[in-house]
């Protein structure tokens, strides 16, 4: 089966004609048809076009410029912390110092906080 269909606007829409094939032979051709097609999308206009190409570059370089100012701002952070790392900051020393079991007095008892009655 074979559809032979005519040039014609789309929005006039389509005719067309069927010939069938059997072991006899080609069938004579049908009468017209008309065929609803649906119609061709239209072309957007240039400067729609234009517009939304503008639109999607400015929406790109938005982005592109707060990662910028992100990775700007993040190593001048990350810069500052540095110095005040490197600074020379002096130290000091514990405010108590632990003793060694021979650097503490020989008594009867040597923990105070357990034994605080007096003795006998």
Do not use: C
Not at 54 to 66: E, Q, T
């Amino acid at each position: 089966t074979y559809w032979l269909i005519s040039s014609g606007a789309v929005s006039e829409g389509y005719v067309a004609r069927v010939q069938a094939r059997n072991r006899y032979g080609w069938g004579a051709l049908s009468a017209a048809g008309v065929l609803h097609a649906p119609a061709l999308a239209a072309t957007p206009h240039p400067a729609a076009l234009a517009v939304t190409v503008a639109a999607l570059a400015m929406l790109v370089l938005g982005v592109a410029a707060a990662v910028f100012y992100t990775y700007n701002n993040r190593s001048k952070k990350k810069a500052a912390i540095e110095s005040q790392l490197t600074a020379n900051i002096v130290r000091r020393g514990p405010d108590v110092e632990l003793a060694t079991l021979r650097q503490l007095p020989i008594r009867h008892s040597t923990n105070i906080l357990y034994n605080q009655s007096p003795n006998p």
